[in-house]
């Protein structure tokens, strides 16, 4: 065995110069590739140069109106909205995913029920509801039923149209939430519940120390694409009707001043501007979370020895007497 | 010895809807005592040892840890399913070590150790890691505390998961095929610690396929297949000599 063992490695050393001299051949071309680029590149230039001499955009009309204060104002409002929706949405998003893994039906169907109704029709049909609420219920009481209330308020005073878009909001977003919470919980492997359990750990212990802190790595990506999502989707409102966000703000300024295309671009310009910065936040949130959990703390605890870390991962232990030593298990 | 032993199983069964995994295991585990299950796979002892600390529950038999009865309480002859919190208070004292280490990965070798005696012993944090640091450095992991699961070899994060079972200061631990998933190079670090652990007087019961750990450390060992058991003793008599024609032709292929 070793004597024919050894030839097969000679006749690579024979081999070796051909084999390793640096390959010159000629690359290989992709004409089409270019063709395809020059084309889309001249038509964008086209449609670009285009846009700017159209008279129908208006532009400077769209330079008068882009930093307006009333769009500015609209543009926060817009921004609240979009904010105090997305926290009770995550919020009764996170109830509604742990009353879907619970063990009893019941509560287990109430929030089966919650999800059907609320993905199940419109965001704007929804809104539209909300609208209407006060003409639903006249007064909201507290008391027991059958008998005088003990408190009772208008509706229509006690919600305002800003309160409806925030709660049509973020119910219907609750929803979705709802399932992206249970997919991150469900994704933590059933050993962690396990050795949580085997550890002592109550139930809410294991939640809250064990499995939630795992689960964010698949939670906060999604949540930032609904953040995004809700951003569009406060341009919705009018349905309450609420008329101070974004879009309805900007529509009704066209209906004054008759240039519908340049407020449409105004208040895109803006989303658009939210939206990329959303869109940067979410790229780092993306990168740091995608990465091991292991490794994603690791740049926070600096003090590491390198050359350790790397020779256990290797299964080095054996061969280098220096970390074997420490690697034997002290007895 | 008068003292009555750690764990007492009396003809206990177990289902998984119409399969009967376990048929009826009784035996005795004296403090101590070290003892080996082994078995083809699906002879039931893991599950076995998952219903010592109630992470399955018995369907039939009764089941003793330290004289108190796992996951049921008597009461006027009925018995009474534990509420969570007392059936948790059972399993603290019970160590599990487990095949895929299932350690926590968002948390340091450290932060492992002292998370349960900080949250479920309400240990201060000084003195949790003060003992947590005492623990890895017997595990032979001093250097290794502020590392990620992530970073360290299967050897060493069963090493970490060991020494997190033993800082809840356990009357019993549980090893559930502690080497099953190690490269065969890293094996023998993991026994070493066990071993160790086996000197020091801790009763272990050790689910393995290391027939030469069962030699040298376990004062019994038993042979289950199907759901019983089918043969028991001294490891050395066992392995060298075994009675049952099913024993001899599991250890054929293991030897």
């Known amino acids: 065995m070793p004597a024919d063992m050894q030839n097969p490695p000679a006749q690579r050393e024979t081999a070796a110069p051909v084999g390793s001299a640096p390959i010159k051949a000629i690359k290989l071309r992709h004409p089409w590739r270019i063709v395809i680029a020059v084309i889309l590149v001249a038509a964008l230039a086209l449609f670009v140069w285009d846009a700017a001499n159209r008279p129908a955009y208006d532009w400077p009309e769209y330079a008068k109106y882009i930093f307006d204060r009333r769009i500015a104002a609209a543009a926060w409002v817009t921004i609240q909205l979009t904010v105090y929706s997305m926290i009770i949405a995550i919020l009764l998003g996170l109830l509604l995913a742990v009353m879907r893994l619970s063990p009893n039906p019941v509560v287990k169907s109430v929030a089966w029920l919650y999800l059907w109704i609320f993905r199940g029709t419109p965001v704007y049909v929804q809104l539209v509801f909300w609208g209407l609420i006060s003409v639903i219920y006249n007064t909201i009481d507290i008391g027991v039923p059958g008998l005088q209330p003990l408190a009772s308020?208008?509706?229509?005073?006690?919600?305002?149209?800003?309160?409806?878009?925030?709660?049509?909001?973020?119910?219907?977003?609750?929803?979705?939430?709802?399932?992206?919470?249970?997919?991150?919980?469900?994704?933590?492997?059933?050993?962690?519940?396990?050795?949580?359990?085997?550890?002592?750990?109550?139930?809410?212990?294991?939640?809250?120390?064990?499995?939630?802190?795992?689960?964010?790595r698949i939670i906060i990506p999604p949540t930032g694409n609904e953040v995004i999502s809700m951003l569009k989707t406060t341009s919705l409102v009018v349905a309450v009707p609420f008329s101070l966000d974004l879009y309805t703000r900007s529509r009704d300024i066209s209906a004054v001043n008759f240039n519908v295309v340049a407020m449409l671009l105004v208040a895109s310009s803006w989303y658009l501007l939210f939206t990329s910065i959303l869109m940067v936040g979410q790229y780092f949130l993306e990168k740091r979370f995608s990465r091991g959990i292991g490794a994603m703390r690791l740049d926070k605890n600096a003090p590491i020895d390198e050359s350790a870390g790397t020779g256990a991962n290797t299964g080095a232990v054996t061969t280098t007497p220096q970390t074997s030593s420490d690697e034997g298990g002290r007895i | 010895m008068t003292e009555s032993p750690m764990v007492r199983a009396e003809t206990v069964c177990k289902n998984f809807g119409s399969n009967q995994v376990l048929k009826g295991i009784t035996l005795e585990v004296a403090r101590g005592e070290v003892m080996c299950l082994v078995g083809p796979s699906g002879s039931g002892k893991s599950t076995f040892l998952r219903c010592i600390n109630h992470l399955e529950r018995v369907d039939a038999g009764r089941l003793f840890v330290d004289d108190q009865l796992v996951g049921y309480e008597q009461r006027g002859g009925k018995l009474y399913e534990l509420k969570p919190k007392v059936a948790a208070r059972q399993r603290r004292d019970i160590g599990m070590v487990f095949q895929r280490f299932n350690l926590f990965p968002h948390m340091t070798a450290l932060e492992n150790v002292v998370e349960?005696?900080?949250?479920?012993?309400?240990?201060?944090?000084?003195?949790?890691?003060?003992?947590?640091?005492?623990?890895?450095?017997?595990?032979?992991?001093?250097?290794?505390m502020d590392h990620y699961p992530a970073h360290l070899s299967g050897g060493q994060q069963q090493r970490v998961a060991i020494a997190r079972a033993l800082a809840m200061e356990p009357k019993l631990m549980l090893f559930d095929e502690p080497t099953s998933a190690l490269d065969p190079e890293l094996v023998g670090e993991v026994l070493d610690v066990m071993k160790e652990l086996a000197s020091t007087g801790m009763t272990m019961i050790v689910v393995t396929h290391e027939m030469g750990f069962a030699r040298e450390v376990a004062d019994s060992l038993v042979f289950m297949d199907g759901g019983v058991v089918v043969e028991s003793g001294d490891p050395r008599e066992v392995l060298a000599n075994p009675q049952h024609q099913r024993t001899q032709s599991f250890l054929s292929k293991v030897l």
């Open chain 2, 116 to 144: 349960a005696p900080i949250q479920v012993r309400g240990l201060g944090k000084a003195a949790a890691v003060a003992k947590g640091k005492e623990l890895l450095d017997r595990v032979g992991l001093s250097g290794h």
């Open chain 1, 153 to 216: 308020w208008e509706t229509s005073e006690l919600l305002n149209t800003f309160t409806l878009a925030v709660i049509g909001l973020a119910l219907n977003e609750a929803a979705y939430m709802a399932e992206i919470v249970r997919a991150g919980i469900l994704s933590v492997d059933k050993g962690q519940e396990e050795a949580a359990t085997a550890l002592g750990m109550s139930w809410p212990q294991t939640m809250r120390r064990i499995i939630v802190p795992q689960s964010m």
